[in-house]
């Protein structure tokens, strides 16, 4: 059974702290890599895709991926109230389908 | 910006009805795809579609099936709808054929089954 593994939370960090989201993967044969954002009551929403080792930066964010130990992570710089949402990671092994976590609850405190 | 739309965002029903979800993208996208998501379960395929009248099943098919007669729209059928079918349904769309591509999420239809 293919996994996608987050601790559900909720991690809270004080306003302009840095959140640090974390994620593992059960399939060796993994690709690409994917976290979103998703409101309460609302859709996910793509913030950061990753499809090679190392880090990739977009503004507040940035995702690492470490293919060796099967690990991704979501750093979120300067969190904002505004980033409070449950964060949902996926991971495709080159077919359509992805593999979602269930989610980490974010909380970030004013 | 893409836009995926779906049919309903609240919709209940009642136990042994027929019930169809419908999903509509408008950028052209191959690819198509229902999921349902539960506290505690995430995000489950439940069906997804490659190209026009093609279907694949995800990993949780049963009580449900698809149709997808035009490129920009895919629908979810209940046949006969349980109490165990109440969940918030996602509808999502990717543009190329591989998983590389950014699938882009619908509003998403809360479903109660009474």
């Known amino acids: 059974q293919k996994e996608v593994e987050q601790n559900s939370g909720p991690l809270s960090v004080p306003e302009g702290a840095i959140a640090s989201l974390n994620c593992t993967y059960s399939?060796?044969?993994?690709?690409?890599f994917f976290w979103y954002r998703q409101y309460s009551g609302k859709s996910p929403e793509l913030i950061m895709s990753i499809y090679s080792n190392g880090d990739k930066e977009d503004g507040r964010f940035t995702a690492q991926l470490n293919k060796a130990s099967q690990y991704v992570s979501l750093l979120i710089r300067d969190s904002q109230p505004s980033d409070s949402a449950t964060y949902l990671c996926a991971a495709s092994g080159g077919t359509y389908k992805y593999i979602f976590g269930t989610g980490t609850r974010l909380k970030v405190l004013a | 910006d893409v836009k995926v739309t779906q049919s309903s965002r609240y919709l209940v029903k009642r136990t042994g009805e027929k019930v169809f979800l419908e999903c509509v993208q408008d950028?052209?996208?191959?690819?198509m795809f229902w999921y349902r998501q539960d506290p505690g379960l995430g995000l489950r395929l439940i069906y997804f579609s490659y190209d026009v009248k093609m279907k694949e099943k995800g990993d949780i098919p049963e009580g449900y099936s698809v149709s997808r007669e035009k490129k920009e729209r895919f629908s979810l059928i209940l046949e006969s709808a349980s109490t165990n079918q109440t969940s918030m349904y996602l509808c999502?769309?990717?543009?190329?054929?591989?998983?590389?591509?950014?699938?882009?999420f619908g509003p998403g239809t809360r479903l109660t089954v009474l």
């Open positions: 950028m052209d996208h191959e690819n």
């Open positions: 999502a769309s990717s543009w190329l054929a591989e998983s590389t591509d950014t699938q882009y």
């Open positions: 399939d060796r044969g993994s690709q690409s």
